[in-house]
């Protein structure tokens, strides 16, 4: 059977135009994905049934016995860690919200390692962004900015950017210039119009420089700026006032290399400046495929999108408090329950190494680093594969899963509902 | 030889991500970019083993050449291996040293651990039933 119009759930861009082949619980073909999609897709190998770790081995038990003993650890726990959700549908993220603000844990996201810096400086701020299809049919000069499209979000250049056909922008190779600010030198640096090769930790210093440029203070800056030569970020300053439409795309070499927040602080000023020449916008690259649907979910619960601390009875947000690798540092939490996440390959070692300490749940469709760290690991369906859900793009667009086989597995939103109800004497969220 | 360790995500990384108990993934996930330039001063050629050292502990991995790494950096991808010796301080802000912790880098003839083994040591037992 063939599906179409299959959405990938991997990685932020959600493309939302494979061709999927379908034989019983078995994808055997995807088309029109990049090798992410089709690994995600056709080698889905799964846990096949929930289990507990023992003295010396694992054990397999019953999904009734494995709800019942993560609810019992979470009402026993009194500072539980509930993490991940980036790999799930909105469904799923709500009903572990409400979890949270049942049993009076925290509740944290991937975006904690990933853009969480990037949200704290659109909170200082602000976000001047748009959606993917503004990029893609009106603009004519692209900045990747500490981020490797090539490698991590392989059609991003062909579905809105370097390749992609625009209204506006009818010869995209010819018309849209590219370019690219990185540490290194990549696949998307060798497809780059310019590339500004900055020295590790020198973005921030690269961005002021290019701002007091485009604010008409070239005398101000040195020869060179980490690494940068003053004529290429003339060069660089020229092209961005004079595009017709200029956006910027920026990644995790911004977000976590040092300056953290205050880099993508300074990356929307020099959007801002910009817009006093032209029409400019920003935005993250986000990762995971649901990433920026944890903090939609989030803030419209809670009002606060990563690390929401509801042991006070209300929602308290202190990123670096409450942020999950610092609760785990300071191995301040007695229980975890992690889901559609992996920290145990994701977090510094020893935040990590918490997680063994402590009684930690895992409920993943998939083996992974964790499943070694955990107490009880539950298998359920994946969002996108075997289970239909809402996902937002990395543009804030929410686009509905699509479900296009069945493994007979639990819905993971099905799962933790059943956990609610325990917690919560059988009532539902 | 002191360097700053860069990590982030690849093709491969990302085909593999789902499977972390394959050979594919342990390949990817514990090879380290360093500059040939680099290499030549630790004598060292494609293929071998280093362990790298951090304040927070060492892993070893396998050495790939790579031109696009300046002199003085290593890259990993994300992933268990590069983790194993990245700091947990966040400055306050959630978010660990991801791409500039400074490590030590020398070659050895150790091992490279699994990841089962990696999440051993640090007190967890690996499930290998498929």
């Known amino acids: ?429 | 030889m002191k360097c700053i360790l860069n990590t982030g995500r690849t093709v491969p990384q990302g085909t593999a991500v789902e499977h972390k108990g394959s050979d594919a993934y342990r390949a990817v996930a514990s090879a380290c970019f360093l500059n040939p330039v680099d290499m030549m001063m630790l004598g060292i050629e494609n293929g071998a083993r280093v362990r790298i050292t951090s304040p927070a502990g060492h892993v070893v991995l396998s050495v790939c050449s790579a031109e696009g790494v300046t002199r003085g950096e290593i890259f990993v991808t994300i992933g268990p291996y590069a983790n194993h010796i990245i700091s947990s301080e966040t400055h306050g802000t959630g978010m660990p040293d991801f791409k500039s912790q400074s490590v030590n880098v020398e070659p050895t003839e150790e091992p490279i651990l699994s990841v089962g083994e990696l999440m051993e040591e640090i007190g967890g037992l690996r499930y290998d039933r498929q």
């Open chain 1, 1 to 429: 059977m063939i599906v179409s119009d299959v959405v990938c759930p991997f990685c932020g861009c959600l493309c939302d135009d494979l061709e999927l082949e379908v034989e019983g619980d078995r994808v055997v073909r995807v088309q029109n994905g990049c090798s992410l999609a089709e690994a995600t897709f056709m080698h889905d190998t799964r846990l096949p049934t929930p289990i507990r770790r023992t003295k010396n081995g694992w054990e397999d038990i019953s999904y009734d016995e494995a709800i019942k003993e993560t609810a019992d650890i979470l009402k026993e726990a009194d500072r539980p860690l509930l993490y991940g959700w980036s790999s799930t549908h909105g469904e799923a993220q709500s009903v572990g919200v409400h979890i949270a603000e049942l049993i009076g844990a925290v509740i944290d996201n991937t975006s904690t390692v990933c853009h969480g810096p990037s949200i704290l400086a659109i909170q200082e701020v602000g976000h001047p962004g748009c959606t993917l299809g503004q990029v893609k049919n009106r603009a004519d000069v692209i900045i990747y900015w500490g981020c490797n499209p090539i490698e991590a979000h392989p059609r991003h250049m062909s579905r809105y950017t370097t390749y992609a056909t625009g209204f506006f922008v009818p010869d995209a190779q010819r018309e849209r210039t590219v370019i690219v600010v990185d540490t290194r030198r990549n696949d998307t640096t060798g497809i780059a119009d310019e590339f500004l090769q900055v020295e590790p930790g020198g973005d921030y210093a690269v961005l002021s420089a290019l701002r007091a440029i485009v604010r008409g203070k070239e005398s101000v800056i040195p020869k060179k700026v980490a690494g940068i030569s003053k004529e290429q970020l003339i060069r660089v300053a020229e092209i961005c006032k004079n595009a017709k439409f200029g956006a910027i795309f920026f990644g995790l070499g911004l977000t976590m290399s040092r300056g953290k927040y205050k880099n993508v602080r300074n990356a929307i000023e020099l959007t801002d400046e910009l817009n006093r020449h032209t029409k400019f916008v920003i935005s993250p690259m986000r990762g995971h495929g649901n990433v920026y649907g944890s903090n939609e979910v989030f803030t419209w619960m809670t009002g606060y999108p990563f690390a929401v601390d509801f042991a006070r009875g209300i929602a308290f947000y202190n990123p670096g408090e409450t942020t999950a690798v610092d609760i785990l540092r300071r191995e301040e939490c007695d229980a975890a329950l992690i889901v559609a996440s992996d920290p145990g390959a994701n977090f510094p070692r020893d935040a990590a190494a918490h997680l063994a300490k402590i009684p930690t749940v895992v409920i993943d469709p998939h083996v992974n680093a964790t499943t070694a760290l955990s107490h009880i690991h539950i298998p359920c369906t994946a969002a996108g594969i075997d289970a239909a859900g809402t996902a937002y793009r990395m543009d804030g667009v929410p686009i509905r899963l699509k479900k296009v086989i069945e493994r007979g597995y639990p819905d993971d939103a099905e799962i933790l509902k059943k956990i609610y109800d325990r917690l919560n004497g059988g009532m539902g969220p």
